[in-house]
């Protein structure tokens, strides 16, 4: 299981099952999704990315030549980290690294930006819309940065988890993030170890009821309000004015 995959499973089991399936697929932003691989590819090799533009040219390029300005501002974002000293020696090891391993009776997968096995760490790059912005998360009752709203701090855990058990070592896990603002900010981001202690404890929880879910022993929740909930809900009951806010539990 990828850790996005059990990110979904946790958000809504249902829609996750009738994705997995191909009964339903999620209105996806492709072109938010191709600025954040437009930077990865950038930071990973010459060949990646041209292998990269080469592929999504139409998306990229407008008929004059030029890029269409999400990929300007990609440009900056690169630009941004690439004159950037402390980004340079920080960001040094293996690229693109698959790491897998059993965990809390999963087989899981996931792919490292930058694996430094010799200095026992590991960057992944994020591209967000604001670094500092706050959002509400119901999970946490309290306002949160991007880092715990879209579940780094589990997937940076869960990588760690199977760093150590492959190398038998310490590993620390850091996030560089950039902006997609204009001109982007930036910030090389560490986590403090007791971090993860609770969101593995989730991980471990959660992890055998998915599984019963994923191959059918346990019908599947709804979330009852994501797109694929919205688009199948059908009314079966009332519900009371004061449980409208807290029903995203
Ligand atoms: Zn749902």
């Given at each position: 299981?990828?850790?996005?995959?059990?990110?979904?499973?946790?958000?809504?089991?249902?829609?996750?099952?009738?994705?997995?399936?191909?009964?339903?697929?999620?209105?996806?932003n492709p072109t938010a999704l191709l600025v954040g691989n437009y930077v990865h590819s950038y930071f990973?090799?010459?060949?990646?990315?041209?292998?990269?533009?080469?592929?999504?040219?139409?998306a990229i390029f407008k008929k004059n030549g030029s890029e269409r300005a999400e990929f300007v501002q990609?440009?900056?974002?690169?630009?941004?980290?690439?004159?950037?000293?402390?980004?340079?020696?920080?960001?040094?090891?293996?690229?693109?690294?698959?790491?897998?391993?059993?965990?809390?009776?999963?087989?899981?997968?996931?792919?490292?930006?930058?694996?430094?096995?010799?200095?026992?760490?590991?960057?992944?790059?994020?591209?967000?819309?604001?670094?500092?912005?706050?959002?509400?998360?119901?999970?946490?009752?309290?306002?949160?940065?991007?880092?715990?709203?879209?579940?780094?701090?589990?997937?940076m855990g869960i990588y760690r988890q199977l760093l150590e058990m492959r190398y038998r070592k310490p590993?620390?896990?850091?996030?560089?993030?950039?902006?997609?603002?204009?001109?982007?900010?930036?910030?090389?981001?560490?986590?403090?170890?007791?971090?993860?202690?609770?969101?593995?404890?989730?991980?471990?929880?959660?992890?055998?009821?998915?599984?019963?879910?994923?191959?059918?022993?346990?019908?599947?929740?709804?979330?009852?309000?994501?797109?694929?909930?919205?688009?199948?809900?059908?009314?079966?009951?009332?519900?009371?004015?004061?449980?409208?806010?807290?029903?995203?539990?």
């Open positions: 299981m990828s850790v996005s995959q059990f990110k979904s499973w946790q958000k809504c089991p249902a829609a996750t099952l009738a994705k997995l399936k191909g009964d339903w697929q999620p209105t996806s990973e090799s010459k060949e990646a990315h041209e292998a990269f533009l080469e592929e999504n040219k139409a990609a440009i900056n974002m690169i630009e941004a980290l690439e004159y950037d000293d402390f980004f340079n020696f920080l960001y040094q090891g293996e690229k693109e690294v698959i790491v897998t391993g059993e965990l809390y009776g999963a087989e899981w997968k996931g792919k490292i930006d930058c694996l430094n096995v010799e200095e026992g760490y590991f960057v992944d790059l994020k591209t967000t819309k604001d670094i500092r912005q706050g959002i509400w998360s119901e999970k946490y009752r309290t306002r949160v940065s991007f880092v715990e709203d879209y579940g780094y701090l589990i997937q590993f620390e896990a850091f996030i560089v993030a950039v902006s997609k603002q204009d001109p982007p900010d930036k910030e090389a981001i560490r986590i403090d170890s007791w971090r993860y202690e609770s969101e593995l404890l989730e991980v471990k929880h959660d992890v055998p009821e998915i599984l019963r879910m994923k191959y059918g022993e346990q019908a599947p929740r709804r979330c009852g309000h994501c797109e694929y909930c919205r688009k199948t809900k059908q009314l079966s009951d009332f519900v009371e004015v004061g449980d409208l806010l807290d029903s995203r539990g």
